[in-house]
């Protein structure tokens, strides 16, 4: 008789989730009999789902290419086709979970609520006899002669590792696994954290708690890297909000620490700076008595606009008909683009998912490890992130999903 074989998906999360899913089924096609059992160190599996999105999941996007991913971008464009974001919307529609696209493209479940995905995701586990050990931090893995011993008392024919980054506010349980492919030799890229937001150098905290809708543009030693539209929040150590957290996947720490790169606000991107400079005209001409204080809270927050007067040097009273050119150019300047000094990115606490993490030349086309056979990874340990809009959780559904199939497509 076929003795079942004893699968550990290491780490609970939404790719542990799905791989677990993806590898149950795989077997029951293939008439393989097997225990599967989700090794969680948390007190509770999918905790980190409950807070994505705000709590509202942003679990996929309208347009995904590589184009929005950062790190082993070929490994992606090998994988992704495997379990698109089209087969993933139907593994939900097929678990009962409806979903609804935002106006940017943006996929939630249809209630809108985390919960509903990780209800969806946690059923199927129970109808698929998927076992959880919660409160169980795998830290070690060996090798046996027929498959690998966990904490050195728990046997597996084959493994999954899903363990996530070092992002989040959570306490984070990684470092035993990380150690453990350090240890086998694997590579991985350096860990730091991304999606967060940016210290600024001697940043002012005037500023603080000011939120505007803006465009940021990141450059490094004065080379425009990329810029980001969105919601610009102003906090006490420096520049936060989504425009801020997509530009970060593109700071690296060395250059950061040499001072690199500095963030570029534009605070009326609506209107160029030629169509700024002719309303001034205008409401000078029709206006002469305004202050200048007024005139730009007609176009800026007012904290804002009381900070670039004082950076220009401008009492905020002055009335527009006593304004030179050059000075009303040096204040329209500003609005449209101060320049902060980039001190450091926020720390992992702060972000949203780690950079770094395993290399693609470690793993075979199906998330096998090359150096651990039988051993397989997914999610955000491998050295793939994506920006903000729904990008990593599909990678996290994606990569579970290819690694839970052949994790049991490759048994001989
Ligand atoms: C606040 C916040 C909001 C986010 N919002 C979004 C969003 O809306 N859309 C989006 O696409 N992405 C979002 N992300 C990113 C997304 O949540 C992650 O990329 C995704 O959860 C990664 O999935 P994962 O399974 O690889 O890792 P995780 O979800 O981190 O799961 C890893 C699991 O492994 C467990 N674990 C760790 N070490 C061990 C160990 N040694 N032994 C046993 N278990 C272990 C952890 O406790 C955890 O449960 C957000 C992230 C944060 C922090």
């Known amino acids: 008789m076929q003795h079942p074989l004893h699968i550990a998906v290491i780490g609970g999360g939404a790719s542990g989730l799905t791989a677990a899913i993806f590898a149950a089924n795989e077997a029951a096609v293939r008439n393989r009999k097997v225990n599967i059992t989700l090794y969680e160190a948390a007190d509770r599996v999918g905790k980190k789902i409950l807070v994505t999105g705000n709590g509202r999941c942003n679990l996929t996007n309208e347009q995904i290419s590589s184009a929005s991913y950062f790190g082993e971008t070929g490994l992606f464009d090998r994988i992704y086709p495997l379990f698109d974001r089209d087969k993933t919307l139907s593994f939900f529609a097929s678990l009962g979970l409806l979903t609804v696209s935002d106006e940017a493209g943006r996929i939630y479940p249809y209630s809108r609520k985390a919960a509903s995905v990780l209800d969806a995701l946690l059923t199927e586990c129970a109808r698929l006899g998927i076992r959880q050990s919660v409160d169980t931090k795998i830290s070690s893995i060996r090798k046996t002669p027929d498959g690998y011993l966990l904490n050195e008392d728990i046997f597996a024919d084959r493994a999954i590792l899903a363990v996530g980054g070092k992002a989040g506010s959570a306490k984070q349980?990684?470092?035993?696994?990380?150690?453990?492919?350090?240890?086998?030799?694997?590579?991985?890229?350096?860990?730091?954290?991304?999606?967060?937001?940016?210290?600024?150098?001697?940043?002012?905290?005037?500023?603080?708690?000011?939120?505007?809708?803006?465009?940021?543009?990141?450059?490094?030693?004065?080379?425009?890297?990329?810029?980001?539209?969105?919601?610009?929040?102003?906090?006490?150590?420096?520049?936060?909000?989504?425009?801020?957290?997509?530009?970060?996947?593109?700071?690296?720490?060395?250059?950061?620490?040499?001072?690199?790169?500095?963030?570029?606000?534009?605070?009326?991107?609506?209107?160029?700076?030629?169509?700024?400079?002719?309303?001034?005209?205008?409401?000078?001409?029709?206006?002469?008595?305004?202050?200048?204080?007024?005139?730009?809270?007609?176009?800026?927050?007012?904290?804002?606009?009381?900070?670039?007067?004082?950076?220009?040097?401008?009492?905020?009273?002055?009335?527009?008909?006593?304004?030179?050119?050059?000075?009303?150019?040096?204040?329209?300047?500003?609005?449209?683009?101060?320049?902060?000094?980039?001190?450091?990115?926020?720390?992992?606490?702060?972000?949203?998912?780690?950079?770094?993490?395993?290399?693609?030349?470690?793993?075979?086309?199906?998330?096998?490890?090359?150096?651990?056979?039988?051993?397989?990874?997914?999610?955000?340990?491998?050295?793939?992130?994506?920006?903000?809009?729904?990008?990593?959780?599909?990678?996290?559904?994606?990569?579970?999903?290819?690694?839970?199939?052949?994790?049991?497509?490759?048994?001989?």
């Open 173 to 412: 349980h990684t470092d035993g696994v990380f150690s453990v492919l350090a240890a086998a030799g694997i590579g991985c890229a350096p860990f730091y954290p991304a999606l967060t937001a940016f210290e600024i150098k001697g940043f002012t905290k005037s500023l603080k708690g000011i939120r505007a809708a803006g465009e940021l543009m990141l450059s490094k030693n004065g080379k425009t890297l990329a810029c980001a539209a969105g919601e610009i929040q102003y906090t006490e150590y420096g520049i936060s909000g989504i425009a801020a957290m997509e530009l970060s996947c593109y700071a690296e720490p060395e250059a950061i620490r040499n001072g690199a790169y500095a963030l570029t606000a534009d605070s009326i991107p609506a209107f160029a700076f030629s169509e700024l400079r002719a309303h001034f005209e205008k409401m000078k001409k029709s206006r002469p008595d305004m202050p200048a204080i007024v005139f730009l809270t007609g176009l800026t927050p007012k904290a804002l606009a009381q900070y670039f007067l004082k950076e220009s040097e401008t009492d905020p009273q002055t009335p527009l008909g006593d304004m030179t050119r050059k000075q009303a150019d040096g204040l329209l300047g500003l609005c449209k683009a101060k320049t902060y000094p980039v001190g450091a990115l926020r720390g992992f606490e702060n972000a949203q998912v780690m950079r770094g993490g395993i290399r693609a030349s470690e793993l075979t086309d199906t998330l096998q490890m090359k150096k651990m056979p039988g051993v397989y990874a997914c999610g955000e340990m491998i050295d793939i992130i994506g920006t903000c809009g729904g990008y990593n959780l599909q990678w996290a559904w994606t990569s579970g999903a290819v690694a839970g199939m052949n994790c049991i497509r490759e048994i001989e």
